[in-house]
């Protein structure tokens, strides 16, 4: 089992950069993929980016290619998505996410274990 804790959300104007973080617990964290996906009030959770397991492989929604990207480092059980030239669009909830021994996954069904997610609000 892992523990997964976000951190880095916050209130940034549009065009603006926010890093967020998510730590996990334990001492297999190379052995879980890992993604963020977002949630604004009213809609689905949707996925936003993703990452294999060694850190090799990424993917990420299209609606954010090209501003965001997702990192790891295995060494600090921690994963990163950096957010630059951020948009009032992307106003929402941001969780982590942990698949076990899976490959790099779109599908919110695939994940085990969600952190409690973190606030990001862009102000146009």
């Known amino acids: 089992q892992v523990q997964l804790v976000e951190s880095g959300g916050g209130f940034v104007q549009a065009g603006g950069s926010l890093r967020l973080s998510c730590a996990a617990s334990?001492?297999?964290?190379?052995?879980?993929?890992m993604g963020w996906f977002r949630q604004a009030p009213g809609k689905e959770r949707e996925f936003v980016a993703g990452?294999?397991?060694?850190?090799?492989?990424?993917s990420h929604a299209d609606s954010v290619k090209g501003r965001f990207t997702i990192s790891r480092d295995n060494a600090k059980n921690t994963v990163y998505l950096q957010m630059n030239s951020l948009k009032p669009e992307d106003t929402a909830v941001y969780y982590c996410?942990?698949?076990?021994?899976?490959?790099?996954?779109?599908?919110?069904?695939?994940?085990?274990?969600w952190g409690q997610g973190t606030q990001v609000t862009v102000s146009s």
């Open positions: 334990g001492r297999t964290f190379s052995t879980y993929a």
């Open positions: 990452v294999s397991r060694s850190g090799g492989v990424t």
């Open positions: 996410a942990a698949d076990h021994w899976g490959g790099v996954e779109r599908i919110v069904a695939k994940y085990d274990y």
